[in-house]
């Protein structure tokens, strides 16, 4: 039986770096998975929570987003602008997504732009769900939507919900062309920009620790 202590640089490489579970570990190092969760632990290296194991193997080549720090006005203005949008206008009780829901499209063209030039989202995973009043025609609402923030129609999913005109509801003046609820489906990404809403005063070193570089 093979007694010699596993290195720490390979832990960490394997197990912090590449994401891989204890058991892919041990399979890689011909030894039980006993024995890596007894180095991991006599390194101190930090266990994933069960949440932080399944976000990892949901993304085997790392996160699908990569948020960057400004460097110039016109960056910081956007972050600012992105943050403020999403306290102001996002849903924050969904723990798994991104979700902000409105019936401008400017406004919703810059909170997409703060996804992908400050967060490194891509624009094509970003998805949307439509909502319209009766009197207002499906058809003519998707087009629209599709022009404007110049989106393939496949990302905006499923049946378009229609409330009847006149209902009393959370969307109270009417839109022409309806109400889009703009969804990005990552926890992870979720809680760093919620996280950076909460600390309120931002400077580089926070956001350096918060986003884990």
């Not at 632990?41 to 990569?66: L, M, W």
């Not at 972050?79 to 849903?91: I, R, S, V």
């Not at 723990?95 to 624009?123: E, H, W, Y």
């Not at 404007?148 to 009417?174: A, C």
Request: hydrophobic fraction near 35%; proline fraction near 3%; charge should be positive.
């Amino acid at each position: 039986m093979n007694r010699a202590p596993l290195r720490y640089d390979i832990l960490k490489k394997y197990y912090r770096a590449q994401s891989k579970s204890a058991l892919q570990i041990a399979k890689i190092l011909h030894c039980s998975e006993h024995k890596v969760n007894y180095w991991l632990e006599k390194y101190q290296i930090q266990k994933r929570t069960i949440s932080d194991a399944v976000y990892a193997r949901n993304h085997p080549n790392g996160d699908p987003f990569k948020v960057r720090f400004p460097t110039n006005i016109k960056d910081a203005v956007l972050f600012g602008l992105g943050l403020g949008l999403y306290w102001g206008e996002g849903n924050k009780k969904n723990r798994t997504s991104i979700r902000l829901a409105n019936s401008d499209p400017v406004l919703l063209k810059k909170f997409i732009d703060f996804l992908v030039k400050i967060c490194g989202v891509r624009k094509r995973d970003i998805t949307f769900n439509l909502l319209i009043f009766s009197d207002i025609e499906p058809s003519a609402a998707k087009k629209f939507w599709i022009r404007e923030l110049r989106i393939h129609p496949r990302q905006i999913r499923g049946k378009i919900t229609v409330i009847k005109s006149g209902r009393v509801g959370n969307y109270r003046q009417k839109s022409q062309y309806g109400v889009l609820i703009l969804q990005y489906h990552n926890r992870k990404l979720r809680d760093i920009i919620c996280n950076l809403i909460t600390d309120g005063g931002i400077d580089y070193s926070s956001m350096r620790q918060i986003v884990g570089r």
